[in-house]
């Protein structure tokens, strides 16, 4: 038998071990059925399957630490997109996973590095809060390639899907059964906010295509060749 505290008790009949356990107000509980004798512990059942879960959620959490999740990039990647892989990543470095960041380089693409560097040092400014890289990016064949760690839990910011918004973003609004709903406001400053990330990442024409950095590049070519 094991006491509450996980001190040694000794070997007893199961008569004694179960009048022991209700002398003391609690349960007797087999964890090792396959012993030879059983080993029983002495320990409110509850509390017993409190501990449990708390261990099963600490190796849960080791087992995602050993998880290598990708997410790939492009030079000439859309805002929208680049929004999306970025909360993609957020989500995986939360759960204790490591990210690995690949950018592909496509045909003329390769004579301009810059921009594929630009693309993947802005993704590691912007997810700086959750996650470091590892080292900084390098250029293997024709792409670039980083893999980033999470932050410890202390010094990693709260999960942006997890946070509760200020009551300043929020107004009341009924709805249809006459409850209040609420809805988020966009300040001036959360605009200039949006408008300063979406600047600094290839912007979409009126057309809805992005503004490819090598556009000009491929025209200039075309002109010279013609």
Known sequence: ??????????????????KMAQSQG????????NATPPVCRVVDYGKFRYEQAKKDKES??????????????SAAIDPHDFG????????????????????????????????????VNKFLEDVALYGHPDAPPKLIGKGLTVVLSPLPRNKRAKHPKGDEQS?????????????????????????????????????????????NPFAALEAKLDQVSS
């Open 84 to 119: 999306v892989k970025l909360s993609h990543a957020v989500d995986f470095l939360c759960e204790e996973m490591k990210v690995k960041v690949a950018l592909k380089f496509r045909g003329r693409e390769m004579a301009h590095q810059e921009y594929g560097f630009k693309v």
């Open 1 to 18: 038998m094991i006491g509450d505290e996980g001190q040694q008790l000794g070997v007893f009949s199961l008569h004694d071990a179960i």
């Open 26 to 33: 609690v349960d007797l509980v087999e964890i090792a059925p």
């Open 167 to 211: 009551p300043a973003e929020h107004s009341d609004e009924p709805t249809d059964a006459g409850e209040s709903r609420p809805v988020k406001v966009r300040t001036e400053a959360s605009e200039t906010s949006r408008h300063a990330k979406e600047s600094s990442l290839p912007t979409a024409t009126p057309g809805g295509f992005v503004n």
């Open 60 to 73: 849960r959490k080791h087992q995602h630490a050993n998880k290598l999740k990708e997410i790939q990039l």
